[in-house]
């Protein structure tokens, strides 16, 4: 347990500071060192432009966690919003917000977002857009869940019947009950985004180069897969290790609620 | 059970219909002149305003938005996909060409996956906590971590480039399967192994069981009778999930692979901004996606006799 704090601490403070302790300017262009082995000047090579590895590799942490984590917090607060004008809003508020989750959720996610991000055209805005308009439905579902169960609670209904506005009673009764359920579903979406923000990279929908998005990096060395296998590797471990350290922490802190839950 | 039938047919319906109106307004608000693109696809550079007007037209680009989307649903709802605006050929039958790669991928990867985590969850769950159970745990949940167009490649460095056993790209024969189904069904074994084990260890949990075992029911009767069925409840409910991730694996593997199938045929599309081609992918997808999870909602109702009778 304690590891994984490390892990995901050590994650988060490469993406914050990572780009500081990088040895070089990681769009640099320097033809005469391209596809250099590991070791020495450039601590994992260069690629084919002779750009250090290392480098990118860091600064690529603020690109791939760092879109990441703003893309599954859009995606919580959109969906939290729909979820509690659908718990709170009455019989037609309820379809409307519901039907149109059900639409979203018609797509497979990561094939929407490439359609959107594609069609769109290529770039960052483009991205994120992408990613959050097919990432907040699951949030929407779990608020709509727990807001239709605490809504009927004697304590809310008591603030509805004393007047209180239904932003307040969202704020103070329903985000308390609602916060470690999302919690847990915004680590999973946190997973999926770092996945879905490289695979679009890969595909070339994503981050553009020269940014060394870990998804980008990928698609630039697949061509030299022959010469230099090695490219491919680290920016890939890159995103497992991400992916897993939060995949981790997010088991970790449901099963720590589930036994809050027994408890009481 | 009808009324619920019914009922989710018309949820679905609607759900069709939004999933339309949302493809189409999408491509609708597309940055650049969608005429001036398809006629730089036709004819090259250098495109006089006349041919742009005649393409507007044809197209029903003039109409306003209301009138292009049912000029584009009404012939789809009768299984009319159109023509691809770059070459004018009809689109559906070169759906159907890729389909007849990605499907039978599809379903090679899911046998595949089921034929991993259902014995591996099986040996994982009969000592919980030993060194075999922790390291099916440690192995599925790094299996979903990597993606599948890493594991892709790492595939075919190993397996192609470094011991030239088996061949990476395209989809002559039989054996340029075999890497493409090996990287979609390692995901799928990973995430259903996860769901299969804790379905499992839940269902050994319920209260009724040491009844059985002390009024002397063999542990074999009450695996199959008791255990079984309670674990197959939430592995159903996230079938859909799987699905979703079946597919999205489908468009990076054959991608990657350089497989002729519906992925290809949609990120090509995109590329060359052909949108009734894109328009086609994308529905057939929220067709099969919309079908098949209804199906599993039923599935799961007939299942699992305590929601049977509920609306949802």
């Known amino acids: 347990m304690r590891s994984l704090y490390v892990l995901v601490t050590v994650c988060l403070l490469l993406a914050i500071f990572g780009p500081m302790l990088a040895s070089h300017d990681p769009t640099a262009i320097n033809i005469p060192n391209r596809l250099r082995p590991p070791g020495g000047e450039w601590?994992?090579?260069?690629?084919?432009l002779g750009r250090d590895i290392f480098s990118r590799l860091l600064h690529g942490a603020r690109w791939s966690l760092g879109l990441a984590f703003v893309v599954s917090l859009l995606g919580l607060i959109i969906g939290t919003t729909v979820g509690l004008i659908a718990a709170q809003g009455g019989r037609v508020?309820?379809?409307?917000?519901?039907?149109?989750?059900?639409?979203?959720?018609?797509?497979?996610?990561?094939?929407?977002?490439?359609?959107?991000?594609?069609?769109?055209?290529?770039?960052?805005?483009?991205?994120?857009?992408?990613?959050?308009?097919?990432?907040?439905?699951?949030?929407?579902?779990?608020?709509?869940?727990?807001?239709?169960?605490?809504?009927?609670?004697?304590?809310?209904?008591?603030?509805?019947?004393?007047?209180?506005?239904?932003?307040?009673?969202?704020?103070?009764?329903?985000?308390?009950?609602?916060?470690?359920?999302?919690?847990?579903?915004?680590?999973?979406?946190?997973?999926?985004?770092?996945?879905?923000?490289?695979t679009l990279g890969f595909l070339g929908f994503g981050v553009q180069p020269p940014m060394p998005e870990w998804g980008t990096m990928l698609l630039d060395a697949r061509v030299h897969m022959r010469s230099a296998p090695l490219q491919m590797i680290w920016p890939g471990l890159c995103v497992v290790i991400s992916v897993l350290a939060i995949n981790l922490a997010g088991d970790a802190l449901r099963d720590a609620l589930a036994e809050q839950d027994a408890k009481t | 059970m009808i009324g619920v039938f019914t009922g989710f047919l018309l949820?679905?319906?609607?759900?069709?219909?939004?999933?339309?109106?949302?493809?189409?307004?999408?491509?609708?608000?597309?940055?650049?002149?969608?005429?001036?693109?398809?006629?730089?696809?036709?004819?090259?550079?250098?495109?006089?305003?006349?041919?742009?007007?005649?393409?507007?037209?044809?197209?029903?680009?003039d109409d306003g938005f209301w009138t292009a989307f049912w000029a584009w649903l009404s012939p789809l709802m009768l299984g009319d996909f159109g023509q691809s605006s770059v070459n004018g050929r009809e689109v559906w039958p070169d759906v159907v060409t890729a389909m007849s790669y990605t499907f039978p991928l599809a379903l090679v990867s899911l046998a595949l996956g089921l034929a991993v985590s259902v014995p591996l969850a099986l040996i994982?769950?009969?000592?919980?906590?030993?060194?075999?159970?922790?390291?099916?745990?440690?192995?599925?949940?790094?299996?979903?971590?990597?993606?599948?167009?890493?594991?892709?490649?790492?595939?075919?460095?190993?397996?192609?480039?470094?011991?030239?056993?088996?061949?990476?790209?395209?989809?002559?024969?039989?054996?340029?399967?075999?890497?493409?189904a090996m990287t979609l069904g390692f995901g799928v074994a990973a995430s259903l192994t996860r769901i299969i084990r804790s379905g499992i260890l839940e269902a050994r949990g319920q209260p009724f069981l040491p009844a059985f075992t002390r009024r002397g029911v063999a542990r074999r009767d009450i695996a199959r009778d008791h255990v079984a069925p309670h674990a197959v409840v939430p592995v159903v409910t996230v079938l859909g999930l799987e699905l979703a991730f079946l597919l999205e694996g489908l468009v990076v593997v054959e991608v990657i692979f350089a497989r002729p199938?519906?992925?290809?045929?949609?990120?090509?599309?995109?590329?060359?901004?052909?949108?009734?081609?894109?328009?086609?992918?994308?529905?057939?997808?929220?067709?099969?996606?919309?079908?098949?999870?209804?199906?599993?909602?039923?599935?799961?109702?007939?299942?699992?006799?305590?929601?049977?009778?509920?609306?949802?």
């Open chain 1, 43 to 48: 601590l994992l090579g260069t690629d084919a």
């Open chain 1, 93 to 198: 508020a309820d379809w409307i917000a519901m039907r149109t989750t059900d639409t979203f959720l018609a797509f497979p996610e990561l094939i929407a977002a490439v359609v959107i991000a594609g069609i769109l055209g290529a770039n960052t805005g483009s991205l994120i857009f992408a990613l959050t308009v097919t990432g907040w439905m699951r949030y929407a579902r779990i608020a709509r869940g727990i807001g239709l169960s605490v809504g009927n609670r004697g304590y809310v209904v008591q603030a509805r019947l004393a007047g209180l506005s239904p932003l307040a009673i969202a704020r103070w009764h329903y985000l308390p009950s609602l916060l470690p359920s999302l919690t847990v579903v915004w680590t999973g979406m946190l997973a999926r985004a770092i996945l879905g923000i490289s």
């Open chain 2, 11 to 61: 949820r679905a319906i609607v759900v069709l219909i939004g999933a339309a109106l949302a493809t189409f307004a999408l491509l609708w608000h597309a940055p650049g002149d969608p005429a001036l693109a398809i006629a730089e696809a036709r004819y090259g550079q250098n495109v006089s305003k006349e041919v742009l007007d005649f393409i507007r037209s044809e197209a029903g680009f």
């Open chain 2, 124 to 180: 994982a769950t009969r000592k919980p906590g030993s060194w075999l159970d922790r390291g099916a745990v440690a192995l599925a949940s790094v299996g979903v971590a990597i993606p599948a167009f890493w594991l892709g490649l790492l595939l075919i460095l190993l397996f192609a480039v470094q011991l030239g056993w088996l061949p990476a790209m395209g989809a002559e024969t039989s054996a340029h399967s075999i890497l493409p």
């Open chain 2, 261 to 312: 199938g519906l992925g290809s045929f949609l990120v090509n599309a995109i590329f060359a901004r052909d949108f009734p081609k894109v328009q086609a992918v994308v529905i057939l997808a929220a067709v099969i996606f919309v079908v098949v999870n209804l199906a599993i909602d039923l599935i799961y109702r007939s299942l699992d006799p305590r929601v049977s009778g509920r609306d949802a």
